[in-house]
């Protein structure tokens, strides 16, 4: 009875968070929001499209990502780098969640939420320099007929002594890794 008490509770966080954003986006008042933010996008040269899955996001994890699905672009580092903040953090219906769940001990929930925004931060510092550091997983499109394309990076960029050394230096951490669990305790018990 416990667990589908639990279930319930989530998936009714997940309905409201989702009625909420309905509202707000039907309302127009998601819209003022996002115009609050349009001079920091615009600042960080990042398209005005984002605002409102990001906010969407920043409420509500499943909702904010659908958002950001939709969007119609050509910068996909943008995007992927969005979606990892919003996956590292989870959003408030998911904070909101766990305060539910740990209401009756004596957890902080503020340092729960601190750790929450410190994982979507890391993860959408490192998605952004995967990207930019390994050409290879940079998705973004150029179009064909425009004036950048001898501009595109040959395939030869994508073999560069520093990405080698770098993938050289992830085989060898996890080779050792793996072979020396036991030795180091890194196993589970």
Known sequence: MNSVNTIVMIGGFVILFSVIISI???SGLLDVICKMFYPIFNMLNIDIDFIKPA????VELTNGLNSLSCINTKSFSTLIT???FILGFGGISICLQ???II???DISISAYITGKLLQGTIAAILTYAI??????FNLDLVPIFSGNVNKLPAFTAYINPYNIVILLLIIS???FILFNRKKYKLYNR
Request: proline share 4%; charged share 5%.
């Open 24 to 26: 707000l986006n039907n």
């Open 55 to 58: 906010i969407s996001g920043l």
């Open 103 to 105: 209401s009756k001990s």
């Open 173 to 175: 951490t996890t080779t």
């Open 82 to 84: 969005f979606a990892s």
């Open 98 to 100: 766990v305060l539910s």
């Open 131 to 136: 990207i930019h550091i390994f050409p290879i």
